[in-house]
Structures are given as structure tokens and as C-alpha cells.
């Protein structure tokens, strides 16, 4: 779920668009909505994990403006982090991480895979199937 960094007035336009009953809110089916419009593939614990990162009101299952904007923000850096990951680890500097490359960026974040779980990550992370994972695959995937 890669994010793009948007402008004050981009952030506004986006979120009264996804407000459809104009109660100053979003709700559940309102971000959901405004999300499957850029993203149609995620999912439901993706979505959930969004949601709960956004609404910092106690739970109250509704975001207002100011933690759509938060969250937003919040989002922009994660995915920045993610992007110097890949720069960082892209060893050759060719534009695309290989198996060796990935496997350094998981070790780096202290994630423990075996050869055959990355073997399965890194396809999942190439959907082009040619044995190289881009940056954007790589904020699609881990992002």
C-alpha cells in the first residue's frame, strides 16, 4: 500500500470526497471505500491495521479530518523508511533488489526467515516473475 505525499489541499479535497454523508467524519465503510478506490488489492487485515493507526479517538471507529491528516503523515513516513530500506540495500545499485539483497534487508530488521519463506516472499514481491523486485513492487508489497 504505497502512499504519495500530498499537499494540505489535496489531503482536504481527498477527504471530504470520501465523506459521502458530510458529518465531518469518515467511517469504517467511508475509508474503506476511499481506499479500494487506489488500492484494489487491500486487504481486510491491511485495511483493519489502517484504521486503527488512523483512528487515535479511543476507538470511536470514525476518523475526523485531523487523524485522516495524521495518519496520512504517518503513512508518508513509513513508506519513505521502506524506500531507503530498498535504496540502502539495492548493493549494486541496479534499480531492483535480488534474493541477497532482500534476505539483508529482513535480517537488518531483525526478521528471521529461512531460505524457502523468502523464496516465497520474494515471488510473492515479484509479480512480474523476473527475478527482481523494483521499488515500487517492493512499496507494494512491504508497504
Known amino acids: 500500500m504505497a502512499a504519495q505525499k500530498l499537499s494540505n489541499n489535496e489531503m482536504e479535497q481527498l477527504f471530504k470526497k470520501a465523506d459521502k454523508d ?3 467524519y469518515l467511517s469504517v465503510a467511508e475509508l474503506k471505500f476511499l481506499l479500494q478506490q487506489g488500492n484494489k488489492n487491500i486487504t481486510e487485515t491491511e485495511f483493519n491495521e ?4 488512523m483512528d487515535s479517538g479511543a476507538g470511536d471507529k470514525k476518523i475526523s479530518y485531523e487523524e485522516f491528516c495524521a495518519g496520512l503523515k504517518k503513512l508518508e513516513e513509513f513508506v519513505e523508511e521502506c524506500r531507503q530500506l530498498f535504496v540502502q540495500h539495492d548493493a549494486d545499485k541496479s534499480g531492483f533488489l535480488d534474493r541477497k539483497e532482500l534476505k539483508k534487508v529482513f535480517e537488518e530488521c531483525k526478521f528471521k526467515f529461512t531460505d524457502t519463506e ?10 512480474s516473475g523476473d527475478n527482481k523486485i523494483s521499488c515500487e513492487e517492493f512499496l507494494n508489497a512491504f508497504s
Do not use: R
Open 22 to 24: 458530510g458529518n465531518g
Open 50 to 53: 489502517l484504521f486503527t493507526l
Open 118 to 127: 523468502i523464496d516465497e516472499i520474494f515471488k510473492s514481491a515479484d509479480p
